[in-house]
């Protein structure tokens, strides 16, 4: 069964088209991952499917539900959730506030009950610091919850993110390049919270990865991206041995053996 559906989907920036009529169907459960070369429009995609971009013309449907003009908070709420390509954390805020500022879509409690920090305020504060103390267990940083984002490793920034996004309770997973940058000890442990992940909380993950061993062990299916257009797609043995995307992408240092 699908869960997210991309239809002719396009993008255009003044005379550049970024995403050329995409075709996307991600089936509920799975692991997807998008690749192609810099500038294939990986990162636009996301962008249109998480509401920070509107499409110029096509369709995007989470459970058959169109999505495509709302804002990002409100296809938060819908179940789709992201990490950044750029790290994007509050640095001089604690580890656990990182966590908490990704709930705010689902307390319920307003400015009124904010403002007089009513007992339902106090209440869902309280809840709200559980929550995300148990988020940050789950990938594994609960020790550091009350260090300075900024001060820590690249990994752990990386973690961070992504349980900043599991905090609105996602359905479907966006990581954009979640292994950018992390050493060979660190990419293995984020394989595992990958798969975790899908087990155990359901999640439908899909990423953009440049790091080829990681993709090809952990994606059921790939879609290949260049110069806006959909290239091929595919299981990892489909793909590894697709020449358009030999020539286009993996021929051209995105190497399997890195
Ligand atoms: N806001 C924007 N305004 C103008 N052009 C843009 C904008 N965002 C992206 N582009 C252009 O769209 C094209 C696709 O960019 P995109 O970031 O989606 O590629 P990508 O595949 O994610 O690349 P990378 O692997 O380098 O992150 C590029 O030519 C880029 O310069």
Do not use: C, W
Request: hydrophobic share 40%.
């Amino acid at each position: 069964m699908s869960i997210l559906t991309v239809k002719q989907l396009t993008k255009q920036f003044g005379g550049l088209t970024a995403n050329s009529n995409i075709n996307m169907d991600v089936q509920k459960g799975s692991i997807t991952a998008v690749i192609g070369p810099n500038g294939a429009g990986k990162t636009t995609l996301f962008n249109m499917v998480t509401g920070v971009y509107q499409p110029t013309s096509g369709d995007i449907l989470l459970n058959g539900e169109s999505i495509v003009g709302l804002k990002p908070h409100q296809v938060a709420q819908k179940g789709i959730s992201r990490t950044f390509q750029n790290i994007r954390l509050f640095g001089a805020m604690t580890v656990l506030e990182n966590v908490m500022v990704g709930m705010h879509t689902h307390l319920r409690s307003g400015l009124f009950h904010t403002m007089f920090s009513t007992p339902l305020m106090r209440k869902e504060e309280k809840e709200a610091k559980q929550e995300a103390y148990r988020l940050l267990q789950y990938v594994g940083l609960e020790s550091l919850y009350n260090e300075e984002a900024k001060n820590l490793p690249y990994g752990a920034q990386r973690k961070l993110e992504i349980a900043r996004a599991l905090a609105t309770k996602p359905k479907v997973l966006l990581l954009d390049e979640p292994a950018a940058g992390m050493n060979p000890k660190e990419t293995a442990e984020l394989t595992k919270l990958i798969y975790h992940m899908r087990e155990q909380l359901q999640l439908t993950i899909i990423l953009i990865e440049h790091d080829m061993k990681l993709v090809m062990e952990i994606s059921e299916h790939i879609i290949v991206l260049d110069h806006g257009e959909k290239i091929a797609e595919g299981t990892p043995d489909d793909i590894r041995n697709n020449e358009k995307v030999i020539e286009a992408y993996l021929g051209k240092g995105a190497t399997t053996a890195s």
